[in-house]
């Protein structure tokens, strides 16, 4: 992977210099994967043929799932208006993705094919070349075919993230669903000190629910919240109600939290040379009975191992 140092050279102007990465075999143990956006560690560079071994990860401001990106400070959602046209439903996935990561988000809606006359012959205005829109489907083609950083002029980062069908929802739980609309936040506030009678209360007509089911968007709501039910129970089902990660967190120097690898109970505990010995001694009185013309009785390196079990 590529990783971008900044350097700053005697000018105090900073420049990105690219590296080719490998992991640590560490981090790969630990399934810590290093998303576009990371910030990292990088050691063993060679700056002659550009290259590194990124040793750590810093902790994240932020992580989104679709597209997988780290330390994002704000979401830019672009939809076409025509070809194809925008579906309410698909754009409300996008939004309630974008709500339960608590980023700042801006909707962007392109392809309007009603620009105004005086606008459109700006001198500000140019053509641009675009790639075909088929006329089967009336959808274009995606040619970003993986996430890369585009700098600013004015410092930061872009994540040109390639087109997706739509977002997995895998951070969204029953409970935090209705908080992804605005609409619900809304009619819970404006009820105050009044509240639902169940702190569960999922919005679904329950008896003393204070939202009511006559907004706009309400049946996208219960869509949603079906979906992420049964996702749900499936995940229940599979994987039961505890499960340990595969990192482990201890404090090291200076109060710093260190991640490392969460080891299975007995796994890696070496045996006994006791145990091994006898598991040997029971394997060869199995083929002595298979085979009668062995002589295990006399042999000098049995009676060795029989006596040190002794």
Same mark, same amino acid.
């Given at each position: 992977m590529r990783v971008i140092v900044q350097r700053e050279p005697e000018d105090g102007m900073k420049t990105g210099l690219e590296l080719l990465c490998v992991m640590r075999a560490v981090l790969k143990k630990i399934k810590r994967r290093?998303?576009?956006?990371?910030?990292?560690?990088?050691g063993s560079i060679d700056w002659v043929e550009r290259r590194g071994v990124i040793e750590n990860v810093f902790q994240r401001s932020s992580e989104i799932v679709d597209p997988p990106v780290a330390n994002v400070d704000r979401l830019l959602v672009l939809f076409s208006m025509e070809q194809p046209p925008v579906e309410p439903f698909m754009l409300t996935r996008f939004l309630v993705e974008a709500e339960s990561y608590r980023i700042p988000l801006t909707l962007a809606l392109n392809k309007t094919e009603l620009v105004d006359e005086e606008i459109s012959g700006s001198k500000w205005f140019e053509d641009q070349r675009v790639g075909e829109v088929s006329t089967r489907s009336g959808r274009g083609k995606h040619t970003t075919r993986h996430v890369s950083l585009l700098p600013l002029l004015g410092g930061g980062y872009v994540a040109d993230t390639p087109g997706f069908n739509q977002p997995s929802l895998l951070k969204v739980t029953k409970q935090s669903l209705a908080q992804a609309f605005p609409e619900i936040r809304k009619m819970l506030k404006d009820s105050e000190p009044a509240k639902c009678s169940f702190n569960d209360c999922l919005h679904l007509g329950e008896p003393g629910c204070i939202v009511k089911?006559?907004?706009?968007?309400?049946?996208?709501?219960?869509?949603?919240? #079906?979906?992420?039910?049964?996702r749900e129970e499936f995940q229940l089902r599979t994987f039961g109600t505890k499960r340990e990660?595969?990192?482990?967190?201890?404090?090291?120097?200076?109060?710093?939290?260190?991640?490392?690898?969460?080891?299975?109970?007995?796994?890696?505990?070496?045996? !006994?040379?006791?145990?091994? *010995?006898? !598991?040997?001694?029971?394997?060869? #009185?199995?083929?002595?009975?298979? #085979?009668? !013309?062995?002589?295990?009785? *006399? #042999?000098?390196?049995?009676?060795?191992?029989?006596?040190? *079990?002794?």
């Open positions: 290093v998303l576009v956006g990371d910030k990292v560690v990088v089911g006559d907004w706009e968007r309400y049946p996208y709501y219960f869509q949603l919240l #079906d979906e992420i039910r049964i990660g595969d990192v482990r967190y201890k404090v090291g120097d200076m109060g710093v939290q260190q991640a490392e690898p969460r080891l299975e109970p007995k796994k890696h505990r070496r045996q !006994s040379r006791k145990r091994i *010995n006898q !598991s040997l001694l029971d394997e060869l #009185d199995e083929l002595e009975d298979d #085979d009668d !013309s062995l002589d295990l009785e *006399n #042999d000098p390196i049995i009676r060795a191992i029989e006596n040190e *079990n002794q």
